[in-house]
């Protein structure tokens, strides 16, 4: 389940200000924004929105998402994959054991 990010949401809900002791970043230009995240368990980030992404699991873990409409999607975090995440808004928690570490690489739209 997929919300898409308005430009609006985006801006007003940027990871970087909702939770910049979660998501550091390492990049930006015009062309991508890229992130270095880590959540420790138990630890939940606020409602954020992210733009289209690839992100690379650093380290195992278990994450569930809440979306603006309430819909709940629990995902298992993988050491070594590659995902795609569409554009999207949600709040994150780690609901497992251990720290989720990942390299999110945020694509933006060329002005």
């Known amino acids: ?21 979660n998501f550091r970043l ?4 015009r062309h991508v924004r890229v992130f270095d995240v880590t959540i420790r368990p138990g630890e939940k980030i606020a409602m954020h929105s992210n733009g289209p992404s690839v992100i690379y699991v ?20 993988v050491s070594g994959t590659v995902i795609w995440d569409d554009a999207e808004t949600h709040e994150s928690e780690n609901v497992g054991e ?14």
């Open 1 to 21: 389940m997929n919300t898409t990010a308005t430009e609006e949401s985006v801006a007003t809900l940027d990871p970087l200000k909702i939770a910049p002791q």
């Open 98 to 111: 251990s720290d989720i570490h990942s390299l999110k690489i945020e694509l933006l739209q060329e002005l």
């Open 58 to 77: 650093i380290n195992n873990g278990r994450l569930k998402h809440t979306y603006p409409d309430g819909k709940v999607r629990e995902t298992d975090a």
């Open 26 to 29: 390492l990049l930006e230009n």
